[in-house]
């Protein structure tokens, strides 16, 4: 699948590992000029070993010094910035009633305030570069739905889509496109499982309308659309990449409708 990405200038927060690491491949594949950036020095180096025009930057996106340091930097070296997709977050779970004040302090600091400041320093480069542009922002299926545990990241990630919608409004009159993913299970889990996650992820996999964890790669395919032209008209949305989940679980017999009520409805024979 192609984009016309060439020459486009990209930055990918959370560049380390899972979605992040096949983004910064899916989009130098397709020409872009990629800078990356995480708080993991190794696995961003791990990331960028086959990649020597990629511009690695270990930063923290939750300062102002962070994200306004990756931004000028991918202004700096390119001369301009096109597309800035915010993929960093941070997802540990414990119980309401055990959470620690610190963590989840953390959790909005990189998830909310990272998210945020990111967007203000990419916006203001977009209006300074006058060509438009696009931010693109991540999400959580876990946004909809209650999960044991997920308390501050699924708030996060709620608070998220809601400043993604405010941020398309502001900066639509720029011609800056804003949108969200909100992935689903993602094949991104550390190998071997821990076998409390194995033993979830076994009982969860068969009630998913696809029955199957997404790929990085479909997730980076739907990035890479929104940061094409092919977009053009597409803002202030968020995009489930999930396989169905948010909608439902999996089906399967057939459908059946024995009440009555409505047979003036359907035809049926009503003296059944």
């Known amino acids: 699948m192609n984009y016309d990405l060439k020459e486009k200038v990209v930055i990918i927060t959370g560049a380390a590992r899972g979605v992040g690491r096949t983004m910064v491949n899916a989009f130098v594949e397709q020409g872009a000029r990629v800078v990356a950036t995480d708080r993991d020095a190794d696995g961003l180096a791990e990331t960028c070993a086959d990649f020597p025009d ?50 989840w302090d953390r ?73 969200t993913i909100s992935p689903g299970l993602i094949d991104t889990q550390p190998k071997p499982l821990p076998p409390d996650m194995a033993k979830a992820l076994e009982s969860r996999i068969p009630t998913m309308p696809l029955a199957r964890a997404g790929q990085p790669e479909e997730v980076a395919h739907v990035v890479m659309f929104l940061a094409s032209d092919a977009s053009s008209f597409i803002t202030g949305t968020v995009i489930h990449v999930d396989g169905g989940t948010s909608v439902g679980s999996r089906f399967s017999g057939s459908v059946v409708d024995d009440d009555p009520r409505y047979d003036w409805v359907t035809g049926r024979d009503q003296s059944r």
């Open 54 to 103: 990629v511009v690695s930057l270990v930063e923290d996106i939750s300062t102002p010094e962070g994200a306004e340091k990756i931004v000028e930097t991918a202004v700096r070296h390119y001369g301009h910035l096109d597309v800035c997709v915010n993929n960093a977050a941070v997802a540990p779970h414990t119980s309401i009633l055990e959470e620690k004040m610190e963590v």
């Open 107 to 179: 959790v909005y600091a990189v998830n909310c305030r990272g998210t945020f400041l990111m967007t203000q320093a990419a916006g203001k480069a977009l209006i300074a570069g006058h060509r438009g542009g696009r931010i693109i922002n991540f999400s959580s299926g876990a946004s909809l739905r209650g999960g044991p545990g997920a308390a501050a990241y699924a708030s996060s990630r709620a608070a998220t889509e809601g400043f993604s919608r405010v941020a398309a409004i502001e900066l639509a009159p720029h011609n800056i496109l804003v949108n």
